[in-house]
């Protein structure tokens, strides 16, 4: 785990959300917005306000935006660097996610990462993993140009039972490495305790799905290998 704190980015956190533009390929609503603070100085982010969430019959209503946030909190504990700086704040649209907007490859998406980025999707398999992502498909890993891999949309996850769905599914039945169970080691011991982070988890998830996500990273503990493919359950759809 990386003991330093990562920067926060105050621009999203203090600036006006303006000029939401909703972009269509989403299933809730999903705006680009422009985020302007002292001076002009400007920044794009993604917006994904509460009151625009489709109703899901096995996610609670208005939870996902607070679920983006639980995700961003945990990895930045972990030191685990790949998903962008996402807050809770009112936007125009009401309360929501506004995470920061990252300008990507035009190739970028899952497929043929493996050989340039495998220590980067072996965190992102085990977070997906513990977090019980239900949505992991090839188009929320992402590439900018300098070549770093970033994990987006995360507010399928942290459900009480199993949903997992992902395409990362390179490293079935082999051990998960030894420096990424060490992360683990920490975080779950950070959240068994009165730390700031599981406050924060407690209050964005319910008790029954915090105490889940504890769970499922002591059984990632007790048996730290790559679970296999179940090609029934475990692939999203559409998986692009």
């Known amino acids: ?34 985020v302007v603070g002292d001076g002009g100085i400007s920044s794009l982010a993604i917006y994904k306000p509460s009151a625009g969430e489709r109703p899901l019959w096995d996610f609670p209503a208005g939870t996902l935006y607070r679920r983006e946030y639980a995700a961003y909190l945990i990895s930045r504990s972990l030191g685990w660097d790949f ?19 990252i300008s990507t490859q ?26 019980n992502n239900a949505d992991r498909k ?5 590439l900018d140009y300098t070549d770093k891999l970033w994990g ?47 406050f924060q988890i407690e209050e964005l998830l319910s008790s029954e799905e915090s105490k889940m996500l504890r769970y499922r990273l002591g059984s990632v503990l007790m048996d730290p290998v790559f679970p296999q493919l179940d090609p029934n359950c475990n692939i999203p759809w559409p998986w692009f």
């Open 138 to 142: 090839a188009s929320h890993c992402l």
């Open 152 to 198: 987006i949309d995360h507010g399928l996850t942290f459900n009480v039972d199993s949903k997992l769905r992902t395409v990362v599914w390179d490293f079935c039945g082999e051990p998960i490495p030894r420096f990424l169970i060490d992360d683990l080691t920490m975080l779950l011991k950070e959240l068994n305790s009165n730390s700031v982070l599981t």
């Open 1 to 34: 785990m990386n003991p330093e704190p990562m920067p926060e980015n105050t621009l999203l956190e203090t600036g006006k959300v303006t000029d939401c533009k909703l972009l269509p390929e989403g299933s809730n609503y999903t705006f680009l917005a422009t």
């Open 106 to 131: 035009t190739s970028s998406g899952y497929f043929g990462l493996q050989a340039r980025h495998e220590t980067e999707l072996w965190k992102m398999a085990v977070f997906d993993l513990f977090a």
């Open 83 to 101: 998903i962008p700086f996402t807050i809770v704040r009112e936007g125009p649209h009401g309360i929501g996610s506004l995470q920061e907007f």
